[in-house]
């Protein structure tokens, strides 16, 4: 642990263990890894494995048992020490699922509250323009859609010039269109602000899309770590073209079966013959890859 | 004519005791609505007791202790220069008692309801306990808020047995009305007993349907976003 100063590449250093009480049972979450300064991770797993309860530890909300988290070399946790930092002394942003506006104020006071005493307004007005909230400064957060909502919550996040943003599963009630929309403003923000950033998520191709490095948990623990592409397609096809989607539909016709895909809002159909058919099923995730070398391009408007 | 004094001695009583029990009711809510100390049934059944023992009961136990011939009301005598039997300011502490869980209950419960996130929210954002409870939490509550001060001035109205306890029955000192209604009663004087009673009525019934009327959202303004 002593070479975190030297070792500038490792910003958090996490070791964590707490005992949680689930609705099946007890459960030991006991983490440990160590993320890069400026990246995007992802954290994935079932409901229940501990992912949100991995988040407020960090954000310090709440007091592992025992362990040790260091960010940028500064210690938050140590038990061994007592060192424990209060969550207002971490200067995180936290983006949370049922967004957590302050129904008591309008949006624009939503973010003047999290200014830090003394911090200039500048901030607000950057965040108010890339996140493009300007229409919206006036209303109060229960007359904003639940993608507004968002949008505002995570500028708040960002009020306070965080280094580390936490985001718990923040785009899992918004409708696929809303998603993909937020996940830019998402990525623009942690590019511009050259974050740190966690994010739980269940969505395979938000977690291509958005993020660097992932991490599986089950069962309070690390399963697997490593970058998302390989670890949803287990490193067996090498494609130019993929896509990941849900099975909707199976036909079959003689030999084949034509399979129906969601992928994104698209439905796109894929034969299949009746071996490879047989391992799926309606509901199933799946990677659709094409090793095509003449695809036909069409520029589109 | 009636004697006014009854009603605003009541009226008096009720108001001291609901702001006081506002000032109590609001760390001791929170407490109560956050804590997992082990101690915390015990004291939600003490803060409950009031409900259902009979305000004799408290009246009697409160007589007893404060009384200056017992070490501590003899040591408020001496120190405080406190005689809280026979008293308005004792009067006071009995409504306090008496009317708790009146006023705890719905803060507590206030408390419970919002999400533990946008207390969260406040602290990721460096804001301190305090501020978040006076600027985030209470803003969001104003409905459990009002309907505690309601319920707590209300039912301090209502007082009967706890007063007669430790107030007496002094005139102009602690005779509130629902003992002057008692009192007009046993010399026959129905009149009397009537007008008190008819004002107490109309006065509870409309500080009840006000309970309602918020919690059924007929003033949308005042149901926390305003």
């Known amino acids: 642990m002593e070479d975190i100063s030297k070792n500038g590449m490792e910003m958090i250093e996490i070791q964590l263990k707490k005992k949680l009480k689930s609705s099946s049972g007890e459960m030991l979450l006991n983490v440990q890894a160590s993320l890069e300064e400026g990246k ?262 | 004519m009636i004697d006014w004094n009854p009603l605003l001695i009541t009226f008096k009583l009720a108001s001291i005791t609901t702001i006081l029990l506002l000032v109590i009711s609001i760390p001791l809510s929170y407490w109560l609505a956050n804590t997992r100390s082990k101690i915390k049934p015990v004291a939600e059944t003490l803060v409950s007791m009031p409900l259902v023992l009979p305000p004799t009961v408290i009246g009697f136990y409160m007589l007893l202790a404060l009384s200056p011939s017992n070490a501590f009301g003899n040591w408020l005598d001496e120190w405080l220069g406190l005689r809280l039997v026979f008293s308005f300011e004792g009067l006071v502490l009995g409504s306090l008692i008496y009317s708790l869980p009146f006023m705890v209950h719905p803060i507590q419960a206030g408390f419970a309801n919002l999400s533990p996130s946008l207390k969260h929210a406040s602290y990721v954002m460096g804001k301190s306990k305090f501020l978040t409870l006076t600027k985030v939490l209470l803003p969001n509550m104003k409905p459990s808020l009002i309907t505690g001060i309601i319920l707590a001035f209300a039912h301090t109205i209502g007082e009967f047995g706890v007063v007669l306890m430790i107030g007496g029955n002094l005139s102009g000192k602690t005779r509130v009305a629902s003992i002057a209604i008692y009192d007009e009663v046993e010399s026959l004087n129905y009149g009397a007993a009537n007008t008190y009673s008819m004002i107490l009525f109309g006065i509870t019934f409309l500080i009840l349907m006000m309970v309602y009327l918020i919690n059924g959202g007929y003033f949308k303004k005042w149901n926390g976003n305003d």
Do not use: C
């Open chain 1, 40 to 301: 995007f991770t992802t954290v994935y797993g079932k409901s229940g494995a501990g992912k949100s309860t991995l988040l407020m530890l960090l954000a310090g909300l709440l007091k592992p048992d025992e362990g040790f988290l260091s960010v940028a070399g500064q210690i938050w946790t140590d038990t061994v020490k007592r060192i424990h930092l209060p969550p207002q002394k971490r200067n995180i942003g936290y983006v949370f699922q049922e967004y957590a506006l302050f129904p008591n104020m309008t949006v624009k006071e939503n973010l003047l509250f999290a200014l830090a005493k003394k911090q200039p307004k500048s901030i607000i007005d950057q965040l108010v323009e890339i996140i493009d909230l300007g229409q919206l400064q006036d209303r109060m957060p229960l007359t904003l859609s639940g993608g507004q909502k968002q949008r505002v919550a995570l500028a708040r996040a960002l009020v306070s010039k965080p280094k580390l943003l936490l985001l718990d599963e923040p785009l899992s009630a918004l409708d696929h269109e809303m998603r993909v929309k937020l996940q830019s403003y998402i990525l623009e923000v942690h590019r511009e602000f050259k974050l740190t950033t966690i994010l739980i998520s269940h969505d395979v191709s938000e977690i291509i899309r958005l993020s660097d490095h992932m991490i599986e948990m089950d069962h309070g623990k690390i399963i697997r770590k490593g970058d998302p592409a390989s670890m949803f397609t287990n490193d067996r096809v090498n494609a130019k073209f993929q896509f990941t989607g849900e099975v909707i539909k199976m036909v079959k016709q003689d030999f084949i079966v034509i399979v129906t895909v969601l992928i994104g809002k698209d439905l796109v159909k894929v034969i299949s013959n009746d071996k490879e058919a047989e391992t799926l099923q309606i509901g199933d995730r799946v990677l659709i890859a094409s090793k095509a070398f003449n695809p036909i391009i069409h520029k589109i408007s």
